[in-house]
């Protein structure tokens, strides 16, 4: 009997030494008052925040993200991966879609980021709260994403729970988890520290596809002329030919209109299992973000005049 006392409080004791971890950068009463905090008006009106049943996309890859923002589950036997955190508010969306899904919060080993805004950062401290996950980022949004807020573009200002970033990821360095394998893609522009992701997935069929989770090129209101962060030209610019040599099928990113959401999810809950597949969708993004980066670039130097 005492013997039994004794390895209930040892392991008792594990457990707590396990969940400890290094400590967080955002308080429990942060998190909970971010989390409950009135959505922006932008947020509303641009349906951020509002929910969307969480779906297959294609293999082990899994959309539980919002109507209009992204978050993605990548599943192993050994863990998952998640990537995006969207607005504060959503990270018990996040949760719960995971949980329909069939899948635990508490399975998730690593959160992987597209950028340090707030609607794509916002819920990685609540997530990493229920999850104990490692949080892995470039170094160029790092220091964004422990702070809480980022220091250039419109969204400077808009605060959310800094998130602890237990690696610094670089171009071409891999997370793995189960036979899983994310490559980082530093496609820097948007952010200093912008990174797209890609991993091999095989779809229903066993047929083999490359995705790629595209972090976004838009200029989004940023000032070019003068430069939001030194270098930002020419990040847009490298970003540009670097995705323009790469070559992937199923096209995701972290706006649904960037990928025509709705429409392929419809296909996909009809029974597609190649729903996503979209051979010329990454090219025909990178040349029209590519177009659009330029016309405002011209746009800013003209008024720079
Ligand atoms: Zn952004």
Not at 56 to 70: K, R
Not at 156 to 176: L, S
Not at 185 to 210: I, N, Q, R
Not at 250 to 275: P, T
């Amino acid at each position: 009997m005492r013997r039994f006392a004794l390895v209930f409080i040892l392991s008792a004791l594990t457990v707590g030494a396990a969940a400890a971890g290094p400590p967080p950068l955002a308080s429990d009463a942060e998190i909970d008052a971010a989390e409950r905090a009135p959505l922006p008006a932008i947020v509303v009106s641009m349906k951020w925040n509002e929910p969307l049943a969480p779906f297959n996309v294609i293999g082990n890859i899994y959309y539980v993200g919002t109507v209009e923002v992204g978050a993605y589950l990548v599943t192993s036997p050994k863990g998952h991966i998640l990537i995006d955190g969207v607005l504060p508010q959503t990270a018990p969306q996040i949760i719960a879609n995971i949980h329909a899904l069939g899948f635990d919060i508490r399975d998730v080993k690593f959160l992987l980021n597209s950028h340090a805004h707030f609607d794509h950062a916002g819920g990685l401290a609540g997530l990493q709260r229920a999850s104990g996950a490692a949080m892995v980022a470039s170094a160029g949004d790092r220091a964004t994403l422990e702070a809480g807020e980022i220091a250039y573009g419109p969204s400077a200002g808009m605060h959310f729970p800094p998130v602890r970033v237990d690696r610094v990821i670089g171009d071409g360095e891999t997370v793995e988890v189960g036979g899983v394998t994310m490559v980082a893609h530093m496609t820097p522009g948007h952010t200093a520290g912008c990174t797209s992701w890609s991993l091999k997935v095989a779809d229903a069929d066993g047929a083999p596809h490359t995705a790629f989770i595209h972090c976004s090129a838009t200029v989004a209101g940023q000032s070019l002329v003068p430069e939001s962060y030194p270098g930002m030209v020419a990040d847009y610019r490298a970003t540009f030919a670097r995705v323009r040599k790469f070559d992937a099928d199923v096209f995701l990113a972290n706006h649904a209109g960037f990928f025509g959401l709705e429409a392929k999810r419809a296909r996909r809950l009809a029974g597609d299992v190649d729903a996503f597949v979209d051979t010329g969708a990454l090219q025909r993004f990178n040349a029209a973000l590519e177009k659009a980066f330029e016309k405002e670039l011209a746009r800013q130097q003209a008024n720079a005049k």
